[in-house]
């Protein structure tokens, strides 16, 4: 059974980089039918998809936050990670990883609620 694990800092000072780190057990990421995926909730609100990487290594981000992130990974470690520059306090959220681009992908690491505040 494939089974992601979300790690990172909780508290990010703002203006720094906001990293989560995204280990995937079960399968390798570089099995030809996912899109490893970050998702993020803001408190009170929905869930917003950030960015995947696929197998190939080609990245896709949302428009509007695609200048401040970065999504690589590290095949011979089985993870995938997020990088989110400038960080302010509207990035406070709980951070997520996915095995899929959709909301409905079918698996889900979550980690603790990172806040971005000094």
């Known amino acids: 059974q494939v089974q992601l694990q979300e790690s990172g800092p909780g508290l990010v000072k703002p203006s720094q980089t906001l990293s989560r780190t995204c280990t995937v057990s079960?399968?390798?990421?570089?099995?030809?039918?996912?899109?490893w995926s970050w998702i993020r909730q803001p408190p009170g609100k929905g869930l917003q998809w950030m960015g995947s990487?696929?197998?190939?290594?080609?990245?896709y981000y949302l428009p509007s936050l695609k200048s401040r992130t970065s999504i690589s990974r590290d095949t011979s470690k089985n993870q995938f990670t997020l990088q989110l520059t400038a960080g302010t306090p509207e990035d406070t959220a709980v951070y997520s990883c996915?095995?899929?681009?959709?909301?409905?992908?079918?698996?889900w690491g979550q980690g603790p609620p990172v806040t971005v505040s000094s």
């Open positions: 996915a095995s899929d681009f959709s909301l409905d992908a079918a698996y």
């Open positions: 990487i696929a197998v190939s290594g080609s990245t």
């Open positions: 079960g399968d390798s990421i570089t099995t030809n039918y996912y899109y």
